[in-house]
């Protein structure tokens, strides 16, 4: 076995409209991860008609243009499928499925912030998908997965005895 997921894990990141926070995560996520391991996208439990421009200027200016993205209705059959859905301040309108793991991130809306806020607010969720796709091995040209074992270290070759110098008698 190679340590490689059979399909790749679906990641969906939900916040209230969809016109911001889980825009940024899911466009950083996909990016970021694998897509044999991993892939992502974003919906809201009311989609806004357009993405704030404030959201689509701050990620441009970072090399990421999500300017043909659309909001989408977040369902629970969308969820049913996903191996991880990341909340980002729907609360409680967005749907629960019983065994799914999930995760809230309290990162604020974007809506309405002037575009210095959303600046921050974007690296605040760029880090938080970095550490997320890094934490569950997720990462782009990440072909051997490191060893969770010691025993798995051992047989790679790796030990945690080093070569004993002899100690000069005096």
């Known amino acids: 076995m190679n340590g490689r997921p059979t399909s790749a894990d679906k990641v969906v990141f939900a916040c209230a409209h969809d016109s911001g926070r889980a825009q940024m995560a899911a466009a950083f996520f996909n ?33 990421v243009d999500l300017s043909a993205a659309r909001p989408r209705l977040l369902t629970a059959e969308m969820m ?22 999930m995760e809230d991130w309290p990162i604020g809306d974007p809506a309405g912030q002037p575009l210095e806020r959303v600046r921050a607010m974007r690296d605040d969720v760029g880090l938080m998908v970095a550490h997320l796709v890094s934490t569950r091995r997720w990462v782009r040209g990440l ?16 030990s945690r005895r080093r070569s004993r110098r002899p100690v000069a008698s005096r």
């Open 31 to 63: 990016l970021l991860a694998d897509p044999v391991r991993a892939t992502a996208f974003s919906a809201g439990v009311e989609p806004a008609e357009r993405l704030d421009p404030e959201v689509v200027t701050a990620m441009k200016e970072v090399g």
């Open 143 to 158: 072909h051997d997965p490191l060893p969770r074992k010691a025993g798995e270290l051992r047989r790679r070759g790796y």
């Open 80 to 101: 049913r499928g996903a191996s991880l859905v990341v909340t980002m301040g729907c609360g409680e309108e967005c749907p629960y499925v019983l065994g799914l793991r």
